[in-house]
């Protein structure tokens, strides 16, 4: 006998009337969506459908329709459908572990892609791409992180590294941590990272006094800091951007 989940992620939404001999009532939709995905490409979708489209495979004999819709309401947007914990999508009726790890593993597919494109480049004349790298390794994660983008003397990636988690409100940040990351690493140049999970990037008072302190114990060591982000699903802010840095 199958596992429950299955039943319920290939089966829920399969409710239907009688079944006619041959194609099921959903073929035609599926093979509708493909052909406008291929001739106009992902902005050709609506999110919910591009959503259904990448659930064909997680769930081949439904119509997946229902729970792309069931998903969107939930977590509002196909980015925080990603960008959702496992535990939480497997909350929404019709989503068993097949379908949560596939959409985990698309959301870290898409992460891989973006760290790619700035992978050894000089990130500051790639700052879109280091955006949004940041926005989809981030932006939706339930509690804030802490991380670092260690750069060389000509400013190309050498690590990134989460270096802490906190709460929902709050990371520790230790700055002579950093440093010494920084120094075991030769590298020359930081960009701080971290997230807001309340969706808004203003940086708080406590972001603000943090990165002056990482500032001013890696300046004497010769290293410099680009930049502090901060991201969040409303958006990014760049503290040297607001001249707070």
Same mark, same amino acid.
């Given at each position: 006998?199958?596992?429950?989940?299955?039943?319920?992620?290939?089966?829920?939404?399969?409710?239907?009337?009688?079944?006619?001999?041959?194609?099921?009532?959903?073929?035609?939709?599926?093979?509708?969506?493909?052909?406008?995905?291929?001739?106009?490409?992902?902005?050709?979708?609506?999110?919910?459908?591009?959503?259904?489209?990448?659930?064909?495979?997680?769930?081949?004999?439904?119509?997946?329709?229902?729970?792309?819709?069931?998903?969107?309401?939930?977590?509002?947007?196909?980015?925080?459908?990603?960008?959702?914990?496992?535990?939480?999508?497997?909350?929404?009726?019709?989503?068993?572990?097949?379908?949560?790890? !596939?959409? /985990?593993? &698309?959301?870290? +597919?898409? %992460?891989?892609?973006?760290? @790619?494109? *700035?992978?050894?480049?000089? =990130?500051?004349?790639?700052?879109?791409?280091?955006?949004?790298?940041?926005?989809?390794?981030?932006?939706?994660?339930?509690?804030?992180?802490?991380?670092?983008?260690?750069? !060389?003397? /000509?400013? &190309?990636?050498? +690590?990134? %590294?989460?270096?802490?988690? @906190?709460? *929902?409100?709050?990371?520790? =940040?230790?700055?002579?941590?950093?440093?010494?990351?920084?120094?075991?690493?030769?590298?020359?140049?930081?960009?701080?990272?971290?997230?807001?999970?309340?969706?808004?990037?203003?940086?708080?008072? &406590?972001?603000?006094?943090?990165?002056?302190?990482?500032?001013?114990?890696?300046?004497?060591?010769?290293?410099?800091?680009?930049?502090?982000?901060?991201?969040?699903?409303?958006?990014?802010?760049?503290?040297?951007?607001?001249?707070?840095?």
């Amino acid at each position: 006998m199958a596992p429950e989940d299955d039943d319920d992620e290939r089966g829920f939404f399969a409710e239907k009337p009688v079944a006619r001999p041959g194609k099921p009532h959903y073929s035609g939709h599926r093979e509708r969506l493909r052909e406008r995905l291929r001739e106009g490409g992902q902005a050709a979708l609506a999110e919910y459908e591009l959503l259904e489209t990448l659930l064909f495979r997680s769930i081949p004999r439904a119509d997946t329709k229902p729970v792309a819709k069931a998903l969107i309401a939930r977590f509002g947007s196909f980015a925080e459908v990603l960008g959702a914990p496992e535990h939480l999508l497997r909350e929404v009726k019709g989503v068993g572990p097949a379908v949560a790890f !596939d959409l /985990k593993l &698309a959301a870290a +597919a898409a %992460e891989r892609m973006l760290k @790619g494109r *700035i992978r050894g480049r000089q =990130v500051l004349t790639s700052w879109s791409d280091v955006i949004d790298y940041c926005r989809a390794a981030m932006a939706f994660e339930p509690r804030e992180q802490f991380r670092i983008l260690f750069l !060389d003397k /000509k400013n &190309a990636l050498i +690590a990134d %590294e989460v270096q802490q988690r @906190g709460t *929902i409100d709050h990371t520790p =940040v230790y700055p002579r941590e950093v440093v010494k990351r920084a120094l075991e690493l030769s590298a020359t140049a930081l960009i701080l990272v971290h997230n807001h999970p309340s969706g808004d990037p203003t940086p708080s008072r &406590a972001d603000i006094e943090m990165t002056r302190l990482v500032v001013e114990s890696a300046k004497p060591l010769g290293i410099a800091v680009h930049d502090h982000i901060i991201v969040g699903k409303n958006g990014h802010a760049s503290l040297k951007g607001l001249q707070l840095i």
